[in-house]
């Protein structure tokens, strides 16, 4: 099972940028980008195929966010510009992209807190 970790988070001011982290273990055929804010439910936000680089995002970040992968490294990143107050939220990255979720999966890793604040 390939283990995956996130890091990168931090307090970032409304209009900047931060850029999350995940590492993983080994080869998935995707990763995906979940964020959850405080008493709400796992949003999906992006996600990039292993088999062709082809990406999506969610309507709440397009135009703002952008997933890359870096193979030498076995590291997917997040890059998020033009960050808002509603982009805070507990960012997981997952070996699936959204809509291939299982409806019984709680295997969240530890996450990464990304805070938008002035």
């Known amino acids: 099972q390939v283990r995956l970790v996130e890091s990168g988070g931090g307090l970032v001011q409304p209009g900047g940028s931060l850029r999350l982290s995940c590492a993983a273990s080994?080869?998935?055929?995707?990763i995906g980008w979940f964020r959850q804010a405080p008493g709400k439910e796992h949003e999906g936000v992006s996600c990039?195929?292993?088999?062709?680089?082809?990406?999506w995002y969610s309507a709440s970040v397009k135009g703002r966010f952008t997933i890359s992968r870096d193979n030498a490294k076995n590291t997917v990143y997040l890059s998020m510009n033009n960050v808002n107050p509603e982009d805070t939220a507990v960012y997981y990255c997952?070996?699936?992209?959204?809509?291939?979720?299982?409806?019984?999966?709680?295997?969240w890793g530890q996450g990464t807190q990304v805070t938008v604040s002035s």
């Open positions: 990039i195929s292993s088999s062709d680089d082809s990406t």
């Open positions: 997952t070996p699936f992209c959204p809509w291939r979720k299982p409806i019984d999966f709680d295997s």
């Open positions: 080994g080869f998935t055929l995707a």
